[in-house]
């Protein structure tokens, strides 16, 4: 896949988005199967400073036209090289799931490319990279294995997906596209970050582990913090979205703040 293949830049951030006067841009990526509009609802819930940035990955919503990626090295290749130009102001990336091991590695490969690096890294849902994970691939599985690997490992498939077989069958094969791409990735050494990073996880998320959380202080020389929410592997998305995103606020508040100084 050569550079620039997919076009331009509103095709990864949607002019949209864009705040005028904005002093700090958050680049929100999101889990498998997962578009942009997942993050459309936080919108309202930022500083008024901050734009956000829910990066349209292909294969999905606005993108649909276009093949998903399988490899994670080819697709942050790309969506740095797009983005590049976006690290124009003080930038932080916010990524859940398979988005947090793109948000390590796109804050890599915008330093390699000469960016600045981002003034905090929000990774949520997700163990250090360089952790191998036990668990079984679930992306070749069957039909039926597949959703039931599904439900015991994340939760499942929201039920009105489940219940509309045109929606179950135009959403499966993202989802395993996406967890090719994550259950294929593998980690490459790098030097260290040096910005804050901040993990989060759901208390009862049965894909992470506490000692795979704290090892993402190994990744920056900078400050480190993890907060747990209740809730599962989706917990973002329950009851403690509000108290979640309150402290994103803060924190991005902080960080524009210390920036501008």
């Not at 901050?50 to 276009?66: D, F, K, S, T």
């Not at 070749?140 to 439900?151: P, S």
Request: charged content about 25%; overall charge negative.
């Amino acid at each position: 896949m050569t550079a620039g293949e997919y076009g331009t830049r509103e095709r990864w951030i949607s002019s949209r988005d864009r705040v005028q006067g904005a002093t700090l841009r958050l680049f929100c990526l999101p889990h498998a199967g997962a578009g942009a509009s997942a993050y459309q609802t936080w919108k309202r819930e930022m500083p008024p400073s901050v734009e956000l940035c829910p990066v349209r990955l292909p294969g999905r919503e606005m993108r649909l036209r276009e093949s998903p990626y399988s490899n994670s090295r080819l697709l942050v290749q790309e969506m740095s090289e797009m983005l590049l130009a976006d690290c124009d102001i003080p930038y932080a990336i916010f990524g859940h799931s398979m988005g947090a091991v793109l948000a390590y590695e796109l804050a890599q490969a915008l330093r390699e490319r000469g960016a600045p690096e981002p003034v905090g890294l929000f990774l949520s849902g997700r163990v250090a990279p360089h952790l191998e994970l036990s668990a079984k691939p679930l992306h070749g599985l069957a039909h039926d294995r597949f959703l039931a690997a599904l439900e015991a490992r994340y939760g499942g498939l929201p039920r009105e997906v489940l219940e509309d077989q045109e929606m179950l069958d135009f959403y499966l094969p993202i989802l395993r596209a996406d967890l090719r791409l994550i259950e294929t990735y593998r980690y490459d050494s790098k030097p260290a970050l040096n910005c804050p990073v901040l993990v989060t996880a759901g208390t009862e998320d049965t894909s992470v582990w506490m000692d795979g959380l704290e090892a993402w202080k190994e990744h920056t020389s900078g400050p480190f913090e993890l907060k747990t929410y209740p809730g599962g592997h989706f917990y973002l998305s329950g009851e403690a979205r509000k108290p979640l995103l309150s402290m994103l606020h803060d924190r991005l508040t902080t960080l524009d703040r210390m920036t501008h100084m």
